[in-house]
């Protein structure tokens, strides 16, 4: 069976990204995946505190939910991520996490050696945002951040949704066709990763 792990990165429990990413998990259950939701907020996760404790073996020192995480991102087929845009970049939820994967990145190109590019990315992700402004260049900042977390998991960003104009809880509601997208792009992971 197909392992998807959807990792939620909104501060807001029903918020647009929220809402967008229920809908994906809701089209790759239809297809048959197990979805495994991690909800940020609800995680005691503590920002990297750089005290390199991962060069031994490349296990994060501190001792908290980070570990539930990373294996579920480990351990999946495919990953499916939402958070909404702060400051051009991705919440402070989702920050936490990608910084934390700096044990990952201390493993595999300090410990194991590896260069850069060399692996297969063998997993597929599908990244979902949203953000208040319309401006040209909102999620740049992001998906340039996201290319690089999915580096150190063996992943690539395999689609986005990526949706403007969207800020108070429930905006995205007036777009159905926003929350169909999502559904259709839940069912086509699950098709990517299986084929």
Not at 19 to 32: C, F
Not at 117 to 143: C, N, P, Q, Y
Request: hydrophobic share 40%.
């Amino acid at each position: 069976m197909t392992e998807i792990t959807a990792i939620y990165g909104s501060p807001r429990r029903n918020g647009n990204t929220s809402t967008l990413l229920k809908s994906a998990v809701s089209g790759a259950l239809e297809m048959g995946a197990a979805v495994n939701e991690i909800v940020l907020r609800d995680m005691k996760m503590s920002p990297c505190l750089e005290i390199y404790g991962c060069k031994k073996d490349g296990e994060c020192a501190i001792k908290d939910d980070f570990a539930k995480v990373r294996d579920a991102l480990l351990s999946a087929d495919g990953i499916m991520i939402a958070s909404p845009v702060f400051f051009y970049t991705v919440s402070a939820h989702t920050k936490i996490l990608m910084d934390r994967c700096q044990s990952l990145w201390v493993k595999k190109y300090w410990i194991d050696q590896e260069s850069p590019g060399k692996r297969e990315r063998r997993k597929k992700a599908l990244v979902i945002s949203a953000g208040a402004t319309r401006g040209k260049k909102l999620f740049d900042g992001m998906l340039l951040s996201m290319k690089y977390f999915f580096d150190v998991l063996d992943a690539e960003v395999w689609d986005t949704l990526l949706f403007k104009g969207l800020d108070f809880q429930g905006d995205v509601d007036k777009h159905p066709g926003y929350i169909d997208s999502a559904r259709e792009a839940g069912k086509a992971i699950v098709t990517a990763v299986e084929s």
